[in-house]
Structures are given as structure tokens and as C-alpha cells.
């Protein structure tokens, strides 16, 4: 099930318990001491950081797999969120060791990027910043240079800071196909959780077949639990062939040459309301192109990253800024939200910035 830990940090108090949470979360991931104590000082520092730099914000721990590697690798994903006033300069704040409050602890964002498997920035002066950290049991050495391939990222928050969320997402691959999906459980807390989590166990049993059919599989395995919503996206690497399937009310978006377009999910229930027909888009998929999938809980007229830098980025981070952009203090968040992206090669990004 998707354990969420969610903890708004506006004052000081708060960085005792996101710190805390970082440490529970590193123990269910099943992470030594040392680096349960790493994901401890890089939560600490992002909690810190908030309250010294961005006037407050959120951060939210889940755990994740590591999407750099063929075979899933349990990490802690740390997101922080603020609406503050950015980073004026984003290369020096990362600098290992710079800080500029007299009171930090002294490690610093680029400490941080050093110690944690992955991490990633990204701030907009006036706007805020969306950082990331993942922590597993590999120091950041190891896997130093990207893997060849799309990169796949998400987050999942749960309504009003509930221990579960309904939602879930996950991805496979099996060779030259990798699949994404995004379950919605009906309903709140740890029987939708139970639903979305029979998907994710699913999935893995099915990740040879196309996405109708991998719904098809999902609808036996919901039948015990409230059902879900869900969509499913697999890439073909060798024909660069996108095909989308979903039932339920689940959001997606195509981004490809410039625009967006939506694809649309047929109407139903997986485990109890399964439809005769399944539908299945089959697209091009091109080295700009990026996916969003979202739950219902995200607003569905939310408005794409209107900044082109934020693509070359972690999907995690695009996928928490989505997120932060589309709700806000007067907006929040009425539901379980989970968005995942699917994003290309982060080679092809770093060459077509250098272009």
C-alpha cells in the first residue's frame, strides 16, 4: 500500500518531525543505519531550508522505486514544495557546502546532492522551488551517469495527510517495453489503498502483455477490493510507439512537438465495472515527447509547466511541480493525488540544451 508521510513545515518545530518520518520511511525501505542517517540530514536540511529560505512549504516522503535501474531498487523519495521566492542562483546554492543562513546546519544543497542516490532542483525566481532526493542503498557514485532510455518519475500525496493514499503508480520493464500505471482505489485510506496496491502486485505479474489486456488481468485481481481507476501507458523502445489504455477516471496528457493533447479514458470501474470493450490509442512517440498521468485529484483544467527548463528535469520533479502549481493555499487538494510522468532520455535532453 502507499504509505505517504505529508508535513507542512512553517515553522522550526516541524523539521523534528519531517526528520523523524525520513527515518521510518528509511527503515520500511529497508535501508542500513547509515543511510537511514543520510535520508535523516538531507530531509533535515530541506526542512530546514524551507523555513529559513521560502517562508514554509511541504514536505512529502514516499517510497518509491528507483527508476534508473532495470531491476526496482526500494528508495525514499524526499520532495520539498514552497511557493517562496526561488533561488537566485541555483548553481552556487549547490555548491557542496555553500549555505547562507548562519544557522543551517551546515551541510548545504550540494552536501545533499552528494550523499543522496538521486537528487534534483528546480526553482523559478518569484515562484517557488521543487527539489527532490531518493535514497536507497547505493551511494550516488555508483550510478553517477544516467542510464540510456525514457526516465519515469511521481508523486503521491494523500488527502488531508492521511497515513495511506488510494492512489498508487508504478512502472516495469520487460526488455524493450516499459510500462507506466496510475491506479485510483475508490474512496480514501487503506482499503483504496488495498485496491491500487492489488494493481501495482498485478502489474508486475503482467508487464509482457499490452495495456488492454494488462487491465483485463487487473479486473480479476481488484475483484476482492473496492475497484480502482486506472490507466496504463506502455512505450515500445524499439518502435518509439506509445500505446494508452485506461477505465475510470484518470487524467492524461501527451506532450509532442510543442503541444498538448489529452488522451481519454473509458468510462468504468477495474474489479467491478469492467466494460465489454477496452480502447487503445496507439502514438508516436518522439524525443520531446512527455506523458502525464494523474488521479482525479489534481484539477483537471491544470495548466501544463509553462517553463521549457523544467523537461530537462527528474520527472519527479515535474511531476511535483504539476502538483504545487495546480493547487495552492486557497486551492487545495480535495482527494487522493498522484501524478507520474514519463519523460525521454535525460541524454537527448542534455544534448538538445547544448544544441
Sequence with gaps: MSRVWDIPVHDSTRVRDVRVAAEAAGARAGLDPHRIAVASLVATELATNLVKHADGGRIVINLVERPAA???????????????????????????GHTTATTSLGAGLGTCRRISSDFDLHSVRGRGTVAIARIDRTPAARHAVPESGPRVGGVNISLAQAEYSGDAWSWVR??????????????HGAKAAQASGAAVEELRRSEHLPPMEILRHLNTALRPTRGAAVAIAQ????????????????????????????LVSHPGIVGSHFPATVPQRQLAWRPDSMLVLHSD???????????????????????????????????????????????????????????
Design 174 to 187: 520487460n526488455r524493450k517495453l516499459l510500462t507506466l500505471m496510475l491506479a485510483d482505489g475508490l474512496g
Design 70 to 96: 532495470d531491476r526496482p531498487v526500494p528508495s525514499v523519495q524526499l520532495v520539498s514544495l514552497d511557493h517562496g521566492p526561488g533561488i537566485t542562483d541555483v548553481e552556487a546554492a549547490l555548491r557542496d
Design 297 to 355: 485529484g489534481l484539477p483537471s483544467r491544470w495548466t501544463p509547466p509553462g517553463d521549457p527548463g523544467l523537461a530537462h528535469h527528474d520527472p519527479a520533479v515535474v511531476a511535483a511541480a504539476i502538483l504545487r502549481d495546480a493547487s495552492s493555499a486557497a486551492r487545495p487538494v480535495r482527494d487522493d493525488t498522484s501524478v507520474a510522468v514519463l519523460a525521454p532520455d535525460s541524454r537527448t535532453r542534455a544534448h538538445d540544451r547544448r544544441s
Design 235 to 262: 512505450l515500445d523502445l524499439d518502435t518509439d510507439q506509445l500505446r494508452f489504455a485506461g477505465i475510470g477516471n484518470i487524467g492524461a496528457r501527451l506532450h509532442t512537438g510543442g503541444d498538448w493533447q489529452a
